[in-house]
């Protein structure tokens, strides 16, 4: 893959998730252009290829307000419903994410069960690739890596559905047909059990995954580094700060990887697969003018609102918040890479707000909202894309070598490794501007995550991680942002629909 992930040819090969109350029966047909046979399949290692890149190309299925794995429904989750940014637009738009951002939110709320519906086809994806990988008859080292990237992508589904739901039902292969009906596969296995089969699909991938260089064919594929690097993130939300430790101790010890010299680069188009870049999203052009995550720019777009006429950018949601700018301190240039700040419509600054590529944004009084979130931003000047506005095909960043640097400083911290967390967090610091810091206090480092991974829809998920390290943390921060927070909180609903579906085997979470 070099510019986005390769439409396969998967017609043959449908999945059927059963027992959570969502077909996914025609989950893996991505753009058909044929057929392909099982004994293709097994004989095959580019045919197989294929095969696993269907499971990235689900980033691609949906859109912004129905089914969603990375788009812009778990935007409101990671982002809206966070102290990091509001639901923006209007008042009366989009009631469904204005009840997230409330943290008011109960089961019939279509957010949740669009995310739970499209991770459940992720996952069928992975695991119908994984039924035939299996009896795979080519050589073995290719094999395995192909079972580690499909593994990978179903470790990154179950992190983020127990993040957002806790325990949830746990699909570990295609069922069979005889299975339709089983409760194991309609009741909620618990929490620590989703854990546990993330951690052992990330070790596999980190341990048949190749290296790969972030100019080579292969990038966007997961690699070595990158389930190294989610493996320290799941440890981190387990408290295992030892082996958080280890795993980002290797990605930064195998130098594959390091920091952008310039932060304001990083989520632009030039910096696209950067060496920053451990696993991000691919996009690109193709001829169906759709290989992108559909409207993830635009539904974040400055907003006229229907004031003076001007041609905006989007729809006016996610706005950074009050509270996330007055994280930032004086000098650091990550506010500025971060939001996009409307000018008032008088002063120095009424000439507006003037973008990287030389877009204008009119003044306050002809925009609608007064922020707006840059790294989310697509330049249609610079590399204007095939006409088709809501799949601008913006790359969208997963984890990259600051968070891994984050990572190992809290790990090294919680391990008596004062002086390592200090020369970490004094890299991020140092790039950003401004003044290095002594050991950090666990509080520092979590200022610096924000600051540093704001709006890139992981807040609400990592407050509540912090949470359940230093209770308190959560319900003092959502009240900043003027929100009230408590442990039932902690998790979204588990949608209504899936319950009813289930007959009742799903069980809900505390009401909110």
Known sequence: MKSLYKFSTLTAMTALLVGTGYSCKNSLDVN???????AQIISDPNVASNLVTGIYNIFFAGDAFGNDVRGFQFTVLGDIA????????????????????????????GVVNNIWKGYYQA????????????????????????????????????????RIFGGVPLLDRVPAASEANSPQFQTRATAEDIYKFVIADLTFAAENLPVIANNSADVGRASKGAAQALLSKVYLYNKDYTNAYAMSDAVIKSNNYSLLA????????????????????????????????DRFTVAQGPRAGGKNGWVDRGYGFNNPSQSLVNEFEAGDVRKNATIITINPS???????????????????DSVQNQRYNYKAY??????????????????VMVIRYAEVLLIHAEAALQTGQGGIAQSDINQLRTRAKVPTIGIPTLQQIWHERRVELAMEQDRFFDLVRQDAVQPGRAAAAFAADGKTWNANRALFPIPQQQIDLSGGLLKPNPSN
């Open 378 to 395: 697509y330049s249609r000047q610079a590399e204007p894309n095939c006409g088709n506005f809501d799949r601008l095909p913006k790359h």
């Open 123 to 162: 996952i069928a994806r992975a695991n119908q690739a994984l039924s035939q990988l299996q009896n795979a008859q080519f050589d073995a080292t290719v094999k395995n890596r192909l079972i580690g990237e499909a593994r990978f992508l179903r470790a990154m589904f179950y992190f983020n559905l127990v």
């Open 346 to 364: 008088n002063g120095a600054n009424s000439v507006g707000t003037v973008l990287y590529d030389g877009f204008r944004i009119p003044t306050q």
């Open 32 to 38: 058909p252009q044929g057929e392909i046979t099982e």
């Open 82 to 109: 966070s102290d990091d940014a509001d639901k923006g637009s209007t008042a009366s738009d989009y009631g469904d994410a204005n009840t997230l951002d409330q943290l008011t939110a109960n089961g019939n709320n």
């Open 262 to 293: 310039d932060y304001t680069l990083l989520f632009r188009q030039v910096s696209n697969n950067s060496k920053e870049s451990i696993f991000e999203i691919q996009a690109g052009q193709n001829l169906a003018c759709n290989a992108a995550i």
